[in-house]
């Protein structure tokens, strides 16, 4: 079956611009992750969805990052007037519920680069 | 606090060996330890887990040791295959909510 997907793969852009990333859970997965990559950086938890509402939005790294998921689908990730140091790749994970230590599933990420 | 030291870095082993990585934390309300295996260009995947209350688990080749006094748990590979290079990642959460990771250990099997 279908996995986690994320759009785009691979997002070049110049600082001061907004940019949307995109992730698609696992079909019927309620609870959806946010994390970011910084090179040669484990996973730094950004915000988690159960269903259409985020409980936990403390990883957030500041007021520029916002996330948002309708439907109980799909999410996106807002990142306003990027700066060089948001340049990281950004995991999106789904699993069946939160809070239960369900396997999370992750997609393969976006590799921002913010030039 | 919440954070989850992981050592070390980087590690290198001959084909067949046993390569241990080490994982430490504070906050005793963690009652989840998975660990995830990362291939390059891919998402992190789960490997295996553990709960507090069992002081080891076996899944085929890999192994968690978990010492709850010490607060310090480890990923032990059995009979390691280059197949099995990779970074390694250990993690906690508090009911499987907000995840914590460490900073990875990238493991190097030679053939």
């Known amino acids: 079956g279908a996995g986690v997907s994320q759009s785009p793969s691979n997002k070049v852009t110049e600082k001061g611009k907004d940019v949307e990333l995109r992730c698609d859970p696992i079909s019927g997965h309620t609870a959806l992750y946010w994390y970011r990559q910084s090179l040669g950086q484990g996973l730094e938890f950004l915000i988690y969805f159960q269903g259409n509402s985020a409980p936990d939005k403390s990883g957030l790294p500041s007021d520029r990052f916002s996330a948002e998921r309708t439907g109980g689908s799909v999410s996106t990730l807002t990142i306003q007037r990027t700066q060089q140091e948001d340049s990281a790749v950004y995991l999106c994970a789904s699993s069946l519920l939160a809070g239960s230590t369900d396997t999370q599933y992750f997609g393969p990420g976006t590799r921002l680069t913010v030039l | 606090q919440q954070q989850v030291k992981q050592s070390p870095q980087s590690l290198i082993v001959q084909k067949g060996g046993i390569p241990i990585i080490n994982c430490a934390y504070e906050n005793t309300a963690f009652d989840y330890f998975p660990w995830y295996q990362q291939f390059p260009g891919k998402g992190p995947a789960l490997l295996i887990a553990i709960r507090p209350d069992v002081s080891e688990k076996k899944e085929g080749r890999f192994t968690i040791s978990f010492n709850k006094s010490a607060k310090q748990f480890s990923l032990h590979i059995m009979d390691s295959q280059p197949g099995d290079s990779a970074t390694y990642f250990c993690?906690?959460?508090?009911?499987?909510?907000?995840?914590?990771f460490g900073a990875g250990t990238r493991l190097f099997v030679k053939a």
């Open positions: 993690a906690a959460s508090v009911g499987g909510f907000k995840t914590i």
